[in-house]
């Protein structure tokens, strides 16, 4: 078959961010925009040549169109073989999974994650290298010199492929293999986790949950763990069905966006259980019946629990939270004698880590856990080393959570965002945070006294390689934190984050309510920044 050479000319801002590039749909329809990224990608990376990729995405808007591009392009370009989802779907984790199992040299992963889908939505790309896990900013990087210079596609003149049906394809030369995107996974998951013991659990009569999949990719997934495998009762998945525009929800499992979840778990007759997943299946929230875990305390409670679970039975090696994620692991950590790094936002700087197995567990405040079997956050995972958890210690949500905290004391955390401000009076704010930084130190503020505050920089201990400018990070000599960031995935204007921690050791004060207790730094945060004079805003968006 005849490769075809298209012209094209280089389209500006193709630099991807935190995870990926994340365009409104409407960017992404543009002629050649996807073209020129997919090519960048080729180019890039030689060994893709010869080689297999894996492709699919979160059944988001666009995702069908895409993947057909992709296979056109990747078969022009001399990729040997392609593992693609049936309907073109693959959840994050398993993209990342299916690389390692089927030892191809990647995978290209198409989701916004947790922005909302549809025409006038998000749609996203990210390439993930061999190991699994999010190509690292080396490689994303070249990928974007390559976008500025590029002038030449290569494709294929053919109809699009039926992505429905399982089975072994050509196009061109290249061998296309449709697979079920759930059996791999959900094997990977029967080898970590007790299915006989959370299979006794649902099955005590005594235990009522609900996994809510958000329209989004995790639906396929969870029926197939929880209900087939693992005996739930029909229904324990909620809006399971994918949606390419995620019901018009924001597929985001926090606080905020799964309201209907957190509803069931709360009053007389609520939930023991709730947990939800995101857009592309890679986050986690986890509820108890009246009780939320934060993604922070999750982790560390993760992390001091994990022998007691087959596929951890033999300890972990080391933990890695983002910077901005709370200190509650660290104190796991120094009680377990191993180490605990501290990254920057953004889930590929765990995977040196991992790789080189100085850590077993990960962790973000983003909704975001995972682990050393794969190279991403898992969604479902979490929600599974949780339920093996209750089905273990034979303990609620409510009772593992204080008896951590009654442990290793409690580190109150909550993030206060502020969402689409102009970019200017973004950047103007951190200018004038950096700026105040070298004064800081010794300083009282509240009742607070600063011991240290930088910009946030992160060698990475394995290849050395340094990523600055980070997030500016103010600690206090009480053991608090205030962390600023301005998010790397948001699409239109700039998202203020404000990350706040203090540690509370005495078990009497424990069930304090997170926004009273946390007022005072909260109020000193707001002052510092002069966040209502800059922004215009005397409240954050979204408080989580
Ligand atoms: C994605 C990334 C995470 C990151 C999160 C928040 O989910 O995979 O690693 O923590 O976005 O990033 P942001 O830059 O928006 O704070
Ligand atoms: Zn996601």
């Not at 500025?148 to 109809?159: A, F, M, S």
């Not at 329209?215 to 693992?230: D, M």
Request: charged share 20%.
């Amino acid at each position: 078959m005849e490769t075809i050479r298209i012209a094209t000319t280089p389209f500006e801002g193709q630099r991807p961010g935190t995870s990926g590039l994340r365009k409104k749909v409407k960017v992404f329809q543009q002629p050649g925009y996807l073209e020129n990224f997919v090519q960048a990608i080729l180019d890039t990376l030689p060994e893709l040549q010869g080689g297999s990729l894996v492709v699919g995405g979160d059944g988001r808007y666009f995702n069908r169109e895409a993947i057909q591009v992709i296979l056109r392009l990747a078969a022009a370009n001399g990729v040997r073989r392609l593992i693609v989802g049936r309907g073109g779907l693959f959840s994050t984790p398993a993209v990342s999974c299916v690389i390692r199992k089927h030892k191809t040299q990647g995978g290209i992963v198409l989701s916004a994650s947790h922005n909302p889908g549809g025409p006038d939505e998000d749609f996203g790309i990210k390439f993930n290298s061999a190991n699994g896990g999010p190509a690292p900013e080396s490689v994303t990087e070249a990928i974007f010199e390559r976008t500025k210079t590029i002038d030449r596609y290569l494709t294929l003149d053919t109809p699009p492929l039926d992505l429905d049906q399982l089975g072994t394809f050509t196009l061109g030369e290249t061998e296309i293999e449709i697979i079920d995107p759930v059996s791999d996974y959900a094997d990977l998951m029967e080898a970590l986790f007790d299915f006989d013991a959370i299979h006794h659990l649902f099955n005590s009569g005594h235990f009522q949950m609900r996994f809510d999949a958000m329209h989004a990719i995790t639906g396929p997934y969870a029926v197939e763990i929880l209900e087939n495998r693992l005996g739930a009762a029909p229904g324990t998945v909620m809006n399971g069905v994918p949606l390419e525009d995620f019901g018009g929800g924001h597929p985001d499992p926090n606080l905020a966006h799964a309201q209907e979840l957190v509803a069931l778990t709360q009053g007389k007759d609520g939930l023991d259980f709730g947990a939800a997943s995101d857009g592309d299946g890679d986050r986690n929230m986890i509820l108890g019946h009246d009780c939320f875990v934060t993604p922070s305390d999750s982790l560390a409670i993760l992390a001091a629990n994990a022998h007691l679970l087959p596929g951890y039975r033999q300890g972990i090696r080391g933990i890695a939270r983002s910077m901005p994620t709370s200190q509650a692991a660290n104190r796991v950590a120094d009680f377990l004698g191993i180490e605990c790094f501290e990254t920057p936002t953004g889930w590929k700087f765990f995977g040196n880590l991992l790789d080189a197995g100085r850590i077993t567990l990960c962790g973000e405040e983003s909704f975001g856990t995972g682990s050393d079997h794969v190279r991403e956050k898992d969604g479902l995972w979490a929600v599974l080393f949780w339920l093996n958890l209750l089905a273990v210690r034979q303990q609620s949500v409510a009772e593992i959570l204080t008896d951590h905290w009654r442990r290793f004391g409690r580190n109150f955390y909550t993030r206060h965002d502020y969402e689409a401000v102009d970019l200017a009076a973004a950047a103007g704010l951190v200018d004038h945070l950096r700026r105040l930084l070298p004064d800081l130190p010794g300083r009282q503020l509240g009742a607070e006294i600063v011991s240290y505050a930088d910009d946030f920089a992160y060698t990475d201990p394995i290849d050395g390689s340094v990523s600055e400018h980070q997030g500016l990070r103010i600690g206090f000599e009480s053991g608090a934190r205030i962390v600023y960031r301005l998010s790397g995935t948001g699409t239109s204007g700039a998202t203020l984050r404000v990350y706040l921690e203090y540690f509370e050791p005495d078990p009497m004060l424990h069930q304090r309510d997170t926004q009273e207790a946390m007022r005072p730094l909260i109020l000193i945060a707001r002052e510092l920044a002069q966040i209502e004079a800059r922004t215009g805003r005397a409240e954050p968006d979204v408080v989580t």
